[in-house]
């Protein structure tokens, strides 16, 4: 009689790009960054980020288009230079001479 072994599965950590960059004020560091990997750093929906980069220049788009008018989908990656570019033009600054005293 064979006896089987069952292996348990690792437990996920967290990605450590994200943890890097959570360090690093926000900006992803690394090749490609995902838009799920922007809401864990950026602490926005998957709706913001998707709608913020479906038309950006620079944004890697896979698309799969299904048949009989069925929806198909989307996968983004994002270099990081193109979601720092982003990021900073959605950043609203403080106008200068309004500090707090």
């Known amino acids: 009689?064979?006896?089987?072994?069952?292996m348990e599965q690792p437990k996920r950590?967290?990605?450590?790009?994200?943890k890097h960059a959570a360090k690093n004020?926000?900006?992803?560091?690394?090749k490609l960054v995902s838009p799920?990997?922007?809401?864990?750093?950026?602490?926005?929906s998957k709706h913001v980020i998707n709608s913020w980069f479906e038309n950006e220049p620079g944004v890697i788009v896979w698309e799969r288009k299904l048949r009989g008018g069925n929806?198909?989908?989307k996968t983004y990656r994002i270099p990081p230079e193109v979601a720092e570019r982003v990021r900073l033009r959605h950043t609203i600054a403080?106008?200068?001479g309004d500090e707090a005293a």
């Open 25 to 30: 004020g926000g900006r992803p560091g690394g």
């Open 13 to 18: 950590t967290p990605h450590l790009k994200a």
């Open 36 to 44: 799920s990997m922007l809401c864990r750093i950026w602490g926005l």
């Open 94 to 96: 403080e106008p200068p």
């Open 71 to 73: 929806r198909g989908n």
């Open 1 to 6: 009689m064979k006896s089987s072994t069952v």
